[in-house]
């Protein structure tokens, strides 16, 4: 009942994270069947992910204009959307400093934090998916907390993989390219933090 009363915005907190999980998909293949000559096509699916998510915020703007009523505060509406609209754009991001930085080869740390960030997304979507009755929710604090947690392992992986980058790269541009990488891959573990820091907001300001 809750969803159906206040309207879609909630489905399209959801809608939008699943645009994120595709990202996050689609870079776990492009990660795990890497070929550096592919990335200038994986940079366009990529981007026709992005391109989706962002007509479907654009939608959900136009809608919060004509309405009067809404069911939370219409700037934590918009602090949602945008939140979980740079998630996706940080996992393009990814791809796109890989290919600018001419990466022929993927390490195993970019993988593991591949994996994390596909956790990510798909732990913020079902958190989405129950956000819509935040109000008498008992799973969501756990749901918000298993972001967090993902967050807190790619930290540990990111700070891993730079110092081995650091102690054992003898080339000055992968070293270059690598680090750079490594921080873009830990931005999308932030990027998922912060949508679940803007539904534990949405919670206290509510409750």
């Known amino acids: ?31 795990n069947n890497f070929n550096a000559e592919l990335l200038p096509q994986k940079m366009k699916e990529m981007h026709e992910i992005e391109h989706g998510g962002d007509e479907a915020r654009h939608k959900m703007i136009q809608k919060l204009s004509k309405e ?26 990814v791809l796109m400093r890989m290919y600018m930085y001419n990466i022929k080869h993927v390490t195993d740390y970019a993988l593991k934090m591949t994996d994390v960030i596909v956790k990510c997304c798909n732990s913020l979507k079902t958190a989405l998916d129950e956000f819509y009755n935040f109000r008498r929710s008992t799973k969501l604090h756990d749901l918000v907390v298993e972001v967090n947690r993902f967050e807190e392992e790619g930290d540990a992986l990111f700070m891993e993989a730079t110092r081995k980058l650091y102690v054992e790269s003898q080339d000055y541009k992968e070293l270059v390219a690598w680090d750079t990488t490594y921080h873009y891959l830990e931005k999308c573990c932030d990027a998922c933090e912060d949508v679940a820091n803007a539904i534990e907001n949405v919670i206290m300001k509510n409750s």
């Not at 909630?10 to 293949?29: G, I, M, P, Q, R």
Request: with cysteine; glycine share 4%.
């Open 1 to 31: 009942m809750a969803r159906k009363k206040d309207g879609n915005y909630f489905e399209t907190f959801v809608e939008l994270a699943s645009y994120s999980c595709k990202a996050a998909d689609l870079l776990k293949n492009i990660m």
């Open 68 to 93: 009067f009523i809404t069911p939370i505060e219409r700037e934590d509406i918009m602090a949602m959307g945008d939140a979980i609209d740079t998630v996706t754009d940080t996992i393009e991001d």
